[in-house]
């Protein structure tokens, strides 16, 4: 059994994820903002814990996830908000890598996107420019830690149920991917330590995500 803080909890893949995990024994604790949104974390057997990270120090993070065996970064800013999305998705997020660090948290996985690099390409004057902008910064922060990090770059995100499968490795093109398989992905690379110090964009696929990642451990 492995305790688990999901940073984010109420997102649909992390709602998704507290249900794995719990559902294979593991202990969750999700990180929330809103305390309306406590009885859907509940529900899937985690444990709410109100924390508006966007507004806590490195130090009180670090008190929420010590104790802990692994830290998942699935929160978001939503969009809409330039200025909430550096908060969020890059200092916030940044703020969390340290506070494992000094928590003693070594396992930690980031959900960021498919594209997400330095050179992302979109355009300064789209709407999404401030969300590729803050994910960029905060894997490239990841990559600098001492952390066993593992970088989800998930595809287009969709409600549709997940399929369990997925396909993973170089060459691989943008697609979709439903949200359910991202968390079937995250749980997975959680025991696989083949996928620490890794970068992993995947699309729905043919291949079961166990055997997609098993692939990996030879690279």
Do not use: C
Not at 105 to 124: C, K, L, N
Not at 144 to 162: R, V
């Amino acid at each position: 059994m492995a305790r688990v803080v999901i940073i984010g909890g109420h997102g649909k893949i992390a709602l998704h994820l507290a249900r794995i995990l719990t559902g294979r024994g593991d202990e969750v604790t999700a990180l929330i903002r809103n305390p309306a949104h406590g009885h859907d974390v509940e529900a899937t057997g985690a444990t709410a814990v109100v924390a508006d990270v966007e507004s806590l120090d490195t130090d009180r993070i670090a008190e929420l996830i010590r104790g802990h065996d692994a830290v998942v970064w699935s929160a978001g800013a939503g969009g809409g908000d330039p200025a909430r999305t550096y908060a969020v998705d890059r200092d916030a997020a940044i703020r969390s890598m340290d506070a494992a660090a000094r928590a003693g948290v070594d396992r930690y996985v980031m959900v960021s996107y498919f594209g997400a690099r330095a050179d992302h390409g979109v355009p300064r004057d789209s709407s999404f420019f401030p969300y590729a902008e803050a994910k960029a910064a905060a894997d490239d922060h990841l990559l600098g830690t001492a952390l066993a990090w593992t970088i989800l770059g998930p595809s287009t995100l969709t409600l549709d149920t997940g399929t369990g499968g997925i396909e993973v490795g170089p060459g691989l093109e943008s697609g979709t991917v439903p949200r359910e398989d991202v968390a079937r992905v995250a749980a997975a690379v959680l025991v696989r330590p083949a996928t620490i110090g890794r970068f992993l964009g995947f699309n729905t696929g043919d291949t079961p995500i166990d055997d997609a990642l098993d692939s990996l451990a030879g690279e």
